[in-house]
């Protein structure tokens, strides 16, 4: 093989994808060596048969052959007999965390002698802010397809306008172990850069339909969103394995859409994600005072012991269902004579007596940190 290569794989959503692509090319300049990308069909956004990357952006030359590695002397070495899948998984290697802190760790003739190495994780670079523009230089590089640039520039033209505050609101939407931020942080956050610049509007991308409804009872004509099919309240993530093609392709362009107007933002409230991190690298020129980011008490949702949800224990479950009031988070612990409900980690109620519960006053309180 005269061509030595870097294959970027592709394990995670779409902003984790892109930060682990920017890292790949970064390696691949530094040792002069030709960059490919391998997502196909990439769980979550993937389609069958199909590499994503394709689909979504016009780097032609980063394109994946089918079959180009199969006698490829590769680096890591056990990723040898997986390389041409695009993100297997091993009971004895931890083949999705190659890194180029990994490869700066290894013997250079080793490296050297091996046609392919694989990156599949982001590294320092990417996250350190020393590297800002480095990694601002590479990401641009990506060009969307020609019909998502032209959805890009007509959203930025007729309803993002000058100085616009963007707003990176991941929910969950009733994921399993994701935890909602407060929203009441990034309503003071915004609050706080409406201050100063009182005419930009606000650009909010989220995976809940609830948080959208949430910001225009809040700020009005002011908020602006792109199209996209929310599933319903508390079902899970806008990206699901068992969605048809059409529809992972739809939710993959949704993304990306999203991910590059936000970097067209002048203002940046963000949880601390890959999502945000795309847009801040892609804006290439960011003031960091004009950026605020939420840092969650507890990252993901891990009932403690003797915790259950609620659809464990029947006689409770049933109340909610015949209150109208999603289950999504919703956990209990059931003692000797009472029980505790919570939602996540928030206490809401304990009690022994069911029959005079106050469900108005547990809806209030779910609601204030589900928003549903």
Known sequence: MSIKYVVCKGYYGLGGNIAVLTCAMRVAEKLNRRLVVDWVENIGYGVKGQDIFQLLFENRELYLEKGMFSTARVWPDYWTNFIDRTMPHSKEVVLHRVSSEHLEQADLASVEDCDVIVISRDDKYWHRH??????????????????????????????????????????????????????EWFFAAVDGFLVQSPSSN?????DCSAVEKAFVERYGSKVVFTEKEHPPLGSGPLFNINYSDAEKLANAEEALLDMWLLSKCSYIVGSKSFFSGVAIKLNGNFNRNNEKTWIPKYREF????????????????????EEGLPTDGVYCEVGDSDVALYYLYEFIYGGNDFDQLDWSLVKSKIKRHRLY
């Not at 891990?302 to 269902?321: D, L, Q, T, Y």
């Open 202 to 206: 606000i650009l909010v991308c989220t």
């Open 302 to 321: 891990k009932p403690g012991e003797g915790i259950v949800h609620v659809s464990a224990v029947p006689s409770i479950n049933k109340m909610f269902v």
């Open 130 to 183: 020393e590297y800002y523009a480095e990694m601002s230089g590479l990401i641009n590089r990506l060009v969307p397809s020609e019909r998502l640039r032209k959805k890009i520039d007509s959203f930025q033209s007729e309803k993002l306008g000058d100085n616009a505050i963007g707003v990176h609101f991941r929910h969950g939407n009733g994921e399993r172990t994701v935890v909602p931020p407060d929203i």
